[in-house]
């Protein structure tokens, strides 16, 4: 399977803990979004990144949230101190070029207890 | 503001029937739309897209209308099949432009329409 690809697909944790997620692009992509995702809603943007460069934050992206794409080619999502209201889908997705059209892959959903 | 949304959050249709999903968009500057099809555990899975260029576009057992005189966006699906139960979602392109009016594909999502199919 080529497409986006995200570990781990489910992630319980206790408020308080530090999380981490991966998401790995399709190879050929050069851009890669983070979205959030709660039960009823659409996907939420958090960030976008083209290659390493992180180049947008949501506001929705508080200080407890970091993303990185060191290399430009998988990323990393943290969230420190986990809060209740942390619990969603997060969901990645890539992209190339100027299409504007996204690649999904199929989300770490995180519930914090 | 600028949002995205549905008409109906819910539709329910029998196998074979033809199926029309709504989509209302505020952002007049939005040149670029997405539906998307969410299956239960799984992220959204792109459909069918359309530039504010066109009026209508048709894909396999699918077309996308735009009307942007009103603001409004449709899916509509052929002989929808049980298959094709999901959430729908439609995007708009709300993204800052770069060089050269580069889109940098960042969405706004709608709320989304489950779309139920009985056999």
């Known amino acids: 399977d080529t497409g986006v690809s995200q570990d781990p697909r489910h992630k319980i944790t206790k408020r308080g803990q530090n999380v981490t997620f991966r998401c790995d692009p399709i190879?050929?992509?050069?851009?890669l979004y983070w979205y959030r995702q709660t039960l009823g809603q659409g996907p939420e943007f958090l960030t976008y990144?083209?290659?390493?460069?992180?180049?947008?934050k949501s506001r929705l992206l508080s200080d407890r949230f970091s993303a990185e794409r060191p290399k430009g080619s998988f990323s990393t999502l943290e969230i420190q101190r986990t809060e209740q209201g942390d619990s969603a889908m997060y969901l990645c997705?890539?992209?190339?070029?100027?299409?504007?059209?996204?690649?999904f892959g199929n989300g770490t959903r995180l519930t914090v207890t | 503001g600028e949002s995205v949304g549905l008409h109906l959050p819910t539709l329910s249709v029998q196998e074979g029937d033809n199926s029309i999903i709504n989509c209302a968009y505020s952002?007049?500057?939005?040149?670029?739309f997405i539906w998307y099809k969410q299956e239960s555990g799984k992220g959204p899975q792109f459909i069918i897209d359309?530039?504010?260029?066109?009026d209508k576009r048709q894909g396999q057992r699918v077309t996308v209308l735009l009307n942007k005189t009103v603001k409004h966006l449709s899916l509509q699906i052929a002989a929808t099949q049980p298959g094709d139960s999901a959430v729908y979602f439609c995007?708009?392109?709300?993204?800052?432009?770069?060089?050269?009016?580069?889109?940098?594909?960042?969405?706004?999502f709608g709320q989304g329409t489950i779309l139920t199919v009985h056999p």
């Open positions: 997705a890539s992209s190339l070029g100027s299409v504007g059209l996204l690649h």
């Open positions: 995007a708009e392109n709300l993204g800052p432009r770069g060089a050269g009016g580069t889109s940098y594909g960042k969405l706004t």
């Open positions: 990144f083209q290659n390493e460069a992180q180049l947008e």
């Open positions: 190879s050929e992509h050069n851009r």
């Open positions: 952002n007049s500057a939005s040149d670029y």
């Open positions: 359309i530039r504010s260029n066109m």
